[in-house]
């Protein structure tokens, strides 16, 4: 089983961008389906985007759609977030998860593996 560390969050302004970044350790990286997460202040965790396998599939929560891009890299066993045109309600703890079952599963909230999150806050 995978190992996550999110990396990369941190205290930006409005309108600006941010770059995150989760390493993986553990075996056969490129069999699992990636995704990201966010959890606010007193809200439940959701679902922001996941990569397929070879990367070549992403999908995303209608509120990041083109402000956020997922991409993977799998000779570096990682996967990254990144963040455009931030808001104060895209404030959160972001979490990497991991699901050999694929998008569906990882959607729902039930992946193999997470990762224990990196703070991003933005300020008005």
């Known amino acids: 089983q995978l190992q996550l560390a999110e990396s990369g969050g941190g205290l930006v302004q409005a309108g600006e961008s941010l770059d995150l970044a989760c390493v993986a350790s553990?075996?056969?990286?490129?069999?699992?389906?990636m995704g990201w997460f966010r959890q606010a202040p007193g809200k439940e965790r959701e679902f922001v985007a996941t990569?397929?396998?070879?990367?070549?599939?992403?999908d995303y929560v209608d509120f990041v759609k083109g402000r956020f891009t997922i991409s993977r890299d799998n000779a570096a066993n990682a996967v990254y977030l990144q963040m455009n045109s931030l808001k104060p309600e895209d404030t959160a703890v972001y979490y990497c998860?991991?699901?050999?079952?694929?998008?569906?599963?990882?959607?729902?909230?039930?992946?193999?593996?997470w990762g224990r999150g990196t703070q991003v806050t933005v300020s008005p």
């Open positions: 990569i397929s396998r070879g990367g070549g599939v992403a």
């Open positions: 553990g075996h056969h990286f490129a069999s699992y389906t």
């Open positions: 998860a991991a699901s050999l079952s694929g998008a569906t599963k990882l959607r729902s909230g039930s992946p193999d593996a």
